[in-house]
């Protein structure tokens, strides 16, 4: 079974300025990884059979896809050092962000239902980052710690239920301050399965209170038919 706590952060000063420069790292590159897919979509999505007869051949490369998109990280913090300073499990869920947001338009959900065209995310359009694993006692009194941000403060309204480990973070900038949410997991509840259930004559019940009870009484005039 799995639950989510939100609560609310108190960062510092040089804590919340570190969090907001990664806000802005992850929104360039999400908005650099979606532009590299879409690039190589418009370019290679006609049959051969189909393409027109005037237009710009499209130099030949591997389709941009997810372990490729993450791998490029490699070379990302070797290209522009300031990608360092931050965690590879937000880096990472960057590239997963731009995977899912792509396919769902191109491909659709598990149902088949596509989702409109994603957009490029603007200043302020990026407001979460991800931790996949933090350390199940990653909150010790009113601070959890945070990899690469340390100890931050927050305000504990309520307590982890016992049984229950901390499996994942989201920290998300709000109007009104810093949130984070904690995945909880506890193995040994199980999860609740979804039964869907076919009505048919004999699961179904109907029930009829038929006109004349509405007429005694509501006090309606009998219809002369």
Known sequence: MRIAYQYKLLPTYEQRCRMDKWLDLLRCQYNYLLADRFDWWEMNRCPVNACPLVCRLAEPREQPEYYGQKRSLVSLKQER????????????DMVKRVDLAFKRFIKGDKNGKRSGKPRFKGKNRYRTFAYQRVKPDCIQGNQVTLPKLGEVKLIQHRRVPDGFTIKRALVTKKADGWYVTLTLEDKSVPDLPAIEIQPTETNSIGVDAGLEYFIENFGFETPPF
Request: with cysteine.
């Open 81 to 92: 050092e300031w990608y360092c300073d931050l965690h590879a499990d937000v880096l990472q």
